[in-house]
């Protein structure tokens, strides 16, 4: 199999279907793989070698498939693996390969969404704990204030869709309560995991007045277009015209039915048993 250079778009689960979503709405000419690593999903408290090791060969199956471009529709991959696979893999292995994540791109604007300087940052422990968005928004942003909270229940709520459920409403309060107590200034909540979005009707109904949440998905989109404009070399290899395909290394049926949820489609995946191997 071969894909004629697709855009390889990569998270450990459903997740990146929500940014994926957003980047077809943006630029639906090119052709576009969907790798979710369901087998082995959630990330989020994996330790730091296994979603390198993780991230890594999910990559490696996108380029075998024929990307030359793949974006980590995912936080915790992202900070986990992405700064290790761009300056240690990509110059040996993959000179002309490029692997872009969801970090940078939404900590170069999430400071316009803030009028008192002040941003909650919500994610998963992998995350939160990396600390990669303080570090990277104070580059962009060296006024604005950033607390954090990880949400280590929200993707087992969202990924069983018991997330709207009033079963949900203990796990959303406590980590609203929690974050909100360590700045109640706050003006914006950046949901930093591609999940979370599915979550944004329940967060609304115990959400203060006057707090913005801010989801990845434009922003992510918006910034692969401007990098598409920027490097004419890499754009012009793209292929176009056909159809996305989908694929997980977990059950088929299972990441179809569930999938529809995050992409707001019908989706028509393929499971690739090489990941579940290893
Ligand atoms: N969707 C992933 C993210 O953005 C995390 C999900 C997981 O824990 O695997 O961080």
């Not at 994996?46 to 199956?61: A, D, F, K, S």
């Not at 997330?163 to 309560?177: I, R």
């Not at 277009?225 to 996305?244: D, F, M, Q, S, V």
Request: proline content about 6%; glycine content about 6%; some cysteine.
């Amino acid at each position: 199999m071969n894909n004629s250079n697709a855009i390889g778009v990569f998270d450990s689960g459903y997740g990146g279907l929500t940014v994926f979503k957003s980047i077809i709405k943006e630029l639906p000419d090119y052709n576009y793989i969907y790798l979710g690593d369901n087998a082995r999903a959630p990330y989020g408290d994996h330790p730091y070698e296994i979603v390198y090791q993780y991230t890594l060969e999910c990559v490696e199956w996108l380029f075998a498939q024929g990307c030359s471009l793949v974006i980590l529709a995912c936080n915790t991959a992202s900070a986990k693996a992405l700064r290790s696979i761009q300056q240690k893999v990509l110059p040996v292995k993959y000179p002309n390969h490029r692997v872009l994540g969801v970090i940078r791109p939404t900590a170069e604007v999430i400071g316009n969404y803030t009028t008192s300087q002040t941003i909650g940052v919500m994610g998963t422990r992998g995350t939160i704990n990396s600390r990669s968005y303080p570090l990277e928004i104070e580059k962009f942003f060296p006024a604005v204030n950033v607390v954090q909270q990880s949400c280590p229940m929200w993707v087992p709520l969202i990924e069983n869709n018991e997330h709207l459920t009033p079963g949900a409403d203990h796990f959303v309060q406590k980590y609203l309560q929690e974050l909100l107590s360590q700045a109640p200034n706050l003006d914006c909540i950046l949901l930093a995991c591609t999940h979370y979005p599915l979550l944004v009707p329940k967060l609304l109904e115990f959400l203060p007045e006057g707090i913005q949440l801010v989801s990845q998905g434009e922003i992510v989109a918006s910034s692969l277009n401007t990098y598409l404009l920027n490097h004419p070399e890499i754009e012009a290899k793209l292929g176009r015209n056909e159809p996305p395909k989908f694929f997980t290394s977990g059950d088929a049926t299972v990441f179809n039915a569930r999938a529809s949820l995050f992409f707001e489609e019908n989706v028509a995946s393929t499971q690739i048993k090489a990941l579940q191997d290893r």
